[in-house]
């Protein structure tokens, strides 16, 4: 094991388009994270499951977002008609409960034009 | 309303010299506290972490200090290589209403350690 993988590493699409990124985390972990992060800011927490449950949204995750992981192992994060807004790098992360710190993955990039 | 502040966007050393990065932050419910260091087009890898009932943790030439009362900690490098360079990140951990154990990570800090 690698360590937590996403996919793709890069992404450019048109406004307006969807788009859907992949994250596999470490296979023991069950909890799984989202994060996103801009230019000068830190890492700001979108979503949380625990095994498939999603338990909770932050506030920044709009209807046009909708994140899923139905067999409690690999997540996806989909984006419905993207605006330039989201462009960001998009973060995956796993953790063991009980564990204090996070793993994250290389992230997805995406660039909305 | 940043609960994680660090102030210091960046920072220049010297290698072999000490490197001190500092973080405060608001809320006194954060029961963990968490170093990231991050290469451009990377995501965050975990250095050191410090529970809240600690002081200090010391992990090689990384050390973090936890000043509750001031609601401060800071990250020690000692001694400094190039290879440190990157931007490292603050995080805190806390339990939000939804019962997740979330990180809310600072805006980060960029050293940069000159050979």
């Not at chain 2, 990065?21 to 250095?47: H, I, Q, R």
């Not at chain 2, 050191?48 to 992990?59: M, T, V």
């Given at each position: 094991?690698?360590?937590?993988?996403?996919?793709p590493?890069?992404k450019?699409?048109?406004?307006?388009?969807?788009?859907?990124?992949?994250?596999?985390?470490?296979?023991?972990?069950?909890?799984?994270?989202?994060?996103?992060?801009?230019?000068?800011?830190?890492?700001?927490f979108?979503?949380?499951?625990?095994?498939?449950?999603?338990?909770?949204?932050s506030?920044?995750?709009?209807?046009?977002?909708?994140?899923?992981?139905?067999?409690?192992?690999?997540?996806?994060?989909?984006?419905?008609?993207?605006?330039?807004?989201?462009?960001?790098?998009?973060?995956?992360?796993?953790?063991?409960?009980?564990?204090?710190?996070?793993?994250?993955?290389q992230?997805t990039?995406?660039?909305?034009? | 309303?940043?609960?994680?502040?660090?102030?210091?966007?960046?920072?220049s050393?010297?290698?072999?010299?000490?490197?001190i990065?500092?973080?405060?932050?608001?809320?006194?419910?954060?029961?963990?506290?968490?170093?990231?260091?991050?290469?451009?087009?990377?995501?965050?890898?975990?250095?050191?972490?410090?529970?809240?009932?600690?002081?200090?943790?010391?992990?090689?030439?990384?050390?973090?200090?936890?000043?509750?009362s001031?609601?401060?900690l800071?990250?020690?490098?000692?001694?400094?290589?190039?290879?440190?360079?990157?931007?490292y990140?603050?995080?805190?951990?806390g339990?939000?209403?939804?019962?997740?154990?979330?990180?809310?990570?600072?805006?980060g800090?960029?050293?940069?350690?000159?050979?």
């Amino acid at each position: 094991d690698t360590g937590v993988s996403q996919d793709p590493r890069h992404k450019i699409t048109k406004r307006g388009q969807n788009v859907t990124f992949r994250c596999d985390p470490i296979s023991e972990h069950n909890r799984l994270y989202w994060y996103r992060q801009t230019l000068g800011q830190g890492p700001e927490f979108l979503t949380y499951f625990q095994n498939e449950a999603q338990l909770e949204k932050s506030r920044l995750l709009s209807d046009r977002f909708s994140a899923e992981r139905p067999k409690g192992s690999f997540s996806t994060l989909e984006i419905q008609r993207t605006e330039q807004g989201d462009s960001a790098m998009y973060l995956c992360a796993s953790s063991w409960a009980g564990n204090t710190e996070a793993f994250f993955g290389q992230g997805t990039r995406l660039t909305v034009v | 309303d940043q609960q994680v502040k660090q102030n210091s966007p960046s920072l220049s050393v010297q290698e072999g010299r000490i490197s001190i990065l500092n973080c405060d932050y608001t809320n006194s419910m954060f029961d963990y506290f968490l170093w990231y260091k991050k290469y451009p087009a990377e995501g965050p890898t975990f250095l050191i972490s410090i529970s809240s009932i600690k002081d200090k943790n010391e992990d090689g030439r990384f050390t973090v200090f936890l000043n509750k009362s001031a609601k401060h900690l800071s990250l020690h490098i000692v001694p400094s290589q190039p290879g440190d360079s990157a931007v490292y990140f603050c995080a805190a951990r806390g339990l939000t209403q939804g019962g997740s154990e979330k990180l809310v990570f600072g805006k980060g800090t960029k050293l940069t350690v000159n050979p």
